[in-house]
């Protein structure tokens, strides 16, 4: 299997954490940092206009199934991201660079490797490239890209509204709400990447 599924593409990272000794480790930070990231519309990502999902977490080890496996542990901790977005790597890397600034470096400067990158397209792909692992299983349930699945949400949205609404209508007030709904969804601003997610209390 490769990175591609179709249009998209599928990004799978592992970014080991700085083990330097200081008094606030660089995980607990990191793991900190994790936990109030922005998770809707204006996050790192859906400001480049091209991640469909994302997901980063700290991976503190593996896990040991028992007996006949042999127990193993991880050098490191690890950052792992996981990206399914439009297009090549390289047009994201070139978007992380335009949007990205100051929160990329936030939140990879904890790993290996950071030390080197300057926030331009190239210095960002290459720091991607070298925490990247083939993604083995790539499937995404849909085909439109970004824009496309973001129009298709909010009709969604509106439609779902439109039902609510209509229950206790009688049918030319339907008829109408119908006609309304429509002309919302034609007009509509398209949204952003993280519209459609609440943010964490």
Known sequence: MSNYYEKFYGYTGFFPILKEVREVSHTIELRKLLS?????????FSRTGLVHGARLFILDDVVYNGHPTTAEHLEYEYLAVSLTFDGELEFLAEKLAEFGGEEFKSIFSHCYGY???????????????????????????????????????????????????????????????????????????????????????
């Open 36 to 44: 109030v990231l922005p998770n809707a519309g204006g996050s790192l």
């Open 115 to 201: 030390a080197k990158v300057e926030l331009n397209a190239g210095s960002i792909l290459k720091f991607l490239e070298t925490g990247q692992v083939t993604t083995s299983f790539l499937y995404v349930e849909a085909d439109g890209d970004l824009q496309e699945t973001l129009r298709a949400l909010l009709a969604q949205k509106l439609i779902t509204e439109m039902l609510a609404k209509a229950q206790f209508l009688n049918t030319a007030d339907k008829r109408a709400l119908v006609l309304e709904t429509a002309d919302k969804i034609r007009s509509a601003n398209l949204p952003l990447a993280g519209d459609f997610i609440e943010e964490r209390n």
